[in-house]
Nanobody, 126 residues
Framework: QVQLVESGGGSVQGGGSLRLSCAAS????????MAWFRQAPGKEREGVAG????????YYADSVKGRFTISQDNAKNTLYLQMNSLKPEDTAMYYC???????????????????WGQGTQVTVSS
């Protein structure tokens, strides 16, 4: 059983920055792959960034590459998403997700993940 609790969302003007946190607990194997997803109203949940927690390998969606950074603090069992140069189109509910690693930790689809946090809202104004 994995528990995930996000924090750090809020409202910011375009060009600003936010850092999301995800406190994780539970079975380590079940969270070998962790990721951040987001979902805007009327849209599908999409992967933003992922990480292989044991090896530190990271993955990013093209839309956030160079602006967002996923990282982890293993001592605190916490996952982070540093978001810089935010745009109005980044507005969404952001979710932390976890799953066991199969062959890769790339976030092909939300269906791969069986542990989810409650989400934290990010709103970017123009």
């Amino acid at each position: 059983q994995v528990q995930l609790v996000e924090s750090g969302g809020g409202s910011v003007q375009g060009g600003g920055s936010l850092r999301l946190s995800c406190a994780a607990s539970g079975d380590t194997y079940s969270r070998n792959c962790m990721a951040w997803f987001r979902q805007a109203p009327g849209k599908e949940r999409e992967g933003v960034a992922g990480i292989y927690t044991a090896g530190g390998i990271t993955y990013y969606a093209d839309s956030v590459k160079g602006r967002f950074t996923i990282s982890q603090d293993n001592a605190k069992n916490t996952l982070y998403l540093q978001m810089n140069s935010l745009k109005p189109e980044d507005t969404a509910m952001y979710y932390c997700a976890a799953r066991p690693r199969r062959s890769t930790c790339y976030f092909y689809t939300a269906l791969q993940y069986n542990s989810w946090g409650q989400g934290t809202q990010v709103t970017v104004s123009s």
